[in-house]
């Protein structure tokens, strides 16, 4: 990252989850303390890149899942610095008309979706908002009034790999209050750590990484099992369930195993 490349409001004190990921993932969209940190995590979790990748493959095969069952917009929140395979990229690949918009409060992932959108994005179809995904009824009417969004049709909500950064004692109502917004058919998407089913090693080196971004921008709050599957509500998870990332329909049976990030698509009943 050319450092004379600083949007408004970035931080170069502290590092910062979306720019520690896009490091994770190989990406440019970072600075040296992103880099660093990144580095000492590493040393204390070596899966720290696997589990990225295997957050990013998982996010490719629940796109594909929903255009392939009907539903081609998508509403991305915390969506992070744009890397390969993006949402609407995917998106595309499956079905041309499909629609993304893209909302984070990180000025860097802001910044360089809107720079990736206007090389190569269509402004009927893909969008990008800053904001935080904490206030729901501000997103959401946002988030349609780009026009990118049909109102009328399902939409595919996605927070992967976001909320555990987002340490709200009230979480569990707001993704409530968006699960209520979406309208029946409408599918939602989520990606989260925890250390439920984690043992020994893994589990130690889990709680120093928690340790370690406490020293970051970011704080991780890492959520048991049954409180991330909370978030789903009374949505219809689709088989195979909340599971580990890298074991949601698999398509590569080599790709290592990280029991500490599981995710799960749901679709909201009455379609």
């Known amino acids: 990252m050319d450092p ?25 969209a970072n600075w040296a303390v992103d880099r660093e940190f990144g580095e000492q995590l590493v040393k204390t979790f070596p899966l720290v890149r ?15 899942h929903c255009v392939e069952n009907g539903v081609t917009q998508f509403l991305d929140l915390g969506s992070g610095v744009p890397t390969v395979g993006n949402v609407h990229e995917i998106a595309g690949e499956v079905d041309g008309d499909s629609r993304c918009v893209y909302v984070d409060n990180e000025p860097v992932a802001v910044a ?10 269509d402004p009927a179809r893909h969008a990008v908002l800053a904001g935080d995904l904490r206030d729901a009824d501000d997103i959401w009417e946002s988030a349609f009034d780009t ?68 020293q970051s921008s970011t ?31 698999l398509d590569d049976p080599r790709s290592p195993a990280v029991d500490c990030a599981i995710g799960g698509v749901a679709r909201k009943p009455g379609f």
Not at 10 to 28: H, M
Not at 220 to 248: H, Q
């Open 4 to 28: 004379r490349f600083v949007p408004e409001g970035v931080d170069l004190e502290r590092p910062n989850a979306a720019r520690i990921y896009d490091w994770a993932l190989g990406g440019t």
């Open 112 to 121: 360089h979706a809107r720079i990736l959108l206007e090389k190569g994005g």
């Open 219 to 249: 704080p991780a709050t890492f959520r048991d099992k049954e409180e991330i599957r909370g978030f789903f509500g009374d949505f219809e998870l689709v088989a195979p369930g909340l599971v580990p990332v890298g074991a949601w329909r």
């Open 50 to 64: 696997t589990a990225a990748r295997a957050n990013r493959a998982f996010l490719g095969r629940a796109v594909r």
């Open 147 to 214: 026009g990118v969004l049909d109102p009328a049709k399902p939409v595919a909500l996605l927070t992967v790999a976001v909320l555990h950064f987002v340490p709200e004692p009230e979480l569990a109502a707001v993704i409530a209050r968006y699960r209520r917004l979406l309208p029946a058919g409408s599918f939602y998407v989520l990606s989260h750590v925890t250390m439920s089913g984690v043992e020994g090693a893994e589990l130690e080196q889990i709680q120093r990484v928690v340790k370690q971004y406490e």
